[in-house]
């Protein structure tokens, strides 16, 4: 058997998706699936709760969809946001061209201290979904990281 590979302090164990916020999901995905091939893994037409504690913005909603490509099995996140106040940080990942890396760990709540600890901090509040609790963060750079707590396969 195979030690299990950690990466960071954060103890991420796999990159699981990368998220691209779009004006239109339905375009977007139109785009990956006829260029590239990228096939359905996964759509909320109306998101509501969840991601208004994930981005700490009351009121948004989201279309989101997961595909993934058949030749790395890589997974894209498409986003669109509806109702976002105008005045919300223009860095926000709710904008079309904004962008998060979203990495699994063990422990999440562990994760986010040893985020915080390296001059990082959380956008919103921990999310309980159904695949498992996850949390948007701000890297000291600015860039979006989320860390999703999934068991290892």
Not at 71 to 84: A, C, P, T, Y
Request: glycine content about 10%.
């Amino acid at each position: 058997m195979n030690p299990k590979v950690t990466g960071g302090t954060t103890q991420a164990w796999a990159w699981h998706h990368s998220g691209f916020v779009v004006p239109d999901v339905d375009e977007a995905v139109d785009y990956y699936r006829i260029v590239l091939g990228f096939e359905m893994l996964f759509e909320d037409r109306l998101m509501t709760d969840w991601i208004q504690r994930t981005m700490n913005i009351p009121g948004i909603t989201c279309h989101l969809a997961q595909c993934q490509s058949p030749i790395s099995g890589q997974v894209i996140e498409l986003l669109s946001f509806k109702n976002v106040p105008k005045a919300i940080d223009p860095r926000m990942p709710v904008w079309p061209g904004i962008g998060h890396a979203a990495f699994l760990v063990d422990d999440l709540d562990r994760g986010v201290r040893e985020l915080e600890t390296a001059g990082g901090s959380p956008i919103g509040e921990i999310v309980d979904f159904p695949e498992g609790r996850a949390v948007y963060c701000w890297s000291p750079s600015g860039t979006v990281i989320e860390l999703e707590e999934a068991p290892p396969l």
